[in-house]
């Protein structure tokens, strides 16, 4: 019987739903060497059915209505993975997405869980680890590390507190401040805002400080969530 794996922690509704016996996993992601790793560790449990993989949106959602998984692994390294969740969630709202190699940014944690992301696997975790937030998110229950929980909680108790101006406020961004608000919206670093946009990484920092400071909020996050609801 496989132990909960070390320093983890469960989040769990009142009802959780009990183990279905075989678990059908899909991996989406769009490294060859990834694909074929997770293909081989899932593929290896006996508790586990192994729907298949893909490398991209469409062939993603394809393989879920052909195959018909019931949790799916996206790689959050892979190239636009903030839009590679929300268009999973969006096309097939029934199954449970499994989050793998988080950063554990505090923005990366918000959009991910926003999408609807039903579990949390760190680039640090075991396949041991994988395994068992494929199986607790099955189960309808997150299995992440304390740092993820802590952060969920920090985040969800932040909002809560202070929200940025309502989404029928005008705020007076320039139109730079709302090309990197947009960036920021879908989970971006600075750095790969500054690859987006071509400009240097101090340029990005620069404009981010004024948008945190014309929304009267202290964190990425909360200009994140702002911009996340004016695009609504």
């Keep these: 019987m496989m132990r909960d794996p070390p320093n983890a922690s469960w989040i769990a509704p009142a009802h959780a739903a009990p183990a279905p016996a075989s678990v059908r996993v899909a991996v989406v992601t769009d490294v060859l060497l990834y694909r ?3 293909t ?3 593929s290896s449990v006996d508790s586990m059915d192994f729907a298949g993989e893909a490398s991209s949106l469409e062939e993603a959602v394809d393989l879920i209505q052909t195959r018909r998984p019931s949790v799916v692994v996206v790689d959050m390294g892979s190239r636009d993975s903030v839009a590679l ?9 029934e199954v449970k997405l499994v989050a793998f190699a988080v950063t554990e940014r505090e923005e990366e944690l918000m959009v991910c869980a926003e999408a609807g992301v039903n579990g949390f696997v ?6 041991e680890q994988l395994v068992s937030a494929v199986q607790s998110a099955a ?21 809560s507190r202070r929200r940025p101006e309502g989404p029928s406020t005008t705020v ?7 090309e990197i608000g947009i960036l920021l919206a879908e989970g971006l670093a600075n750095k790969e805002i500054a690859v987006r946009l071509r400009i240097e990484v101090a340029t ?12 009267r909020v202290t964190s990425r996050s909360e200009a994140a969530a702002y911009f996340r609801m004016r695009l609504r």
């Design 122 to 127: 760190t680039r640090e975790a075991s396949s």
């Design 172 to 178: 007076p961004f320039s139109e730079r401040e709302r």
């Design 139 to 159: 189960r309808g229950e997150l299995l992440c590390s304390p740092r993820i929980a802590a952060l969920l909680f920090e985040c969800v108790g932040t909002l």
């Design 36 to 38: 074929e790793a997770l």
């Design 204 to 215: 990005v920092k620069n404009h981010v400080h004024g948008i945190l400071t014309k929304l």
């Design 85 to 93: 969740v929300r268009g999973l969630r969006a096309a097939t709202p």
């Design 40 to 42: 081989q560790r899932l």
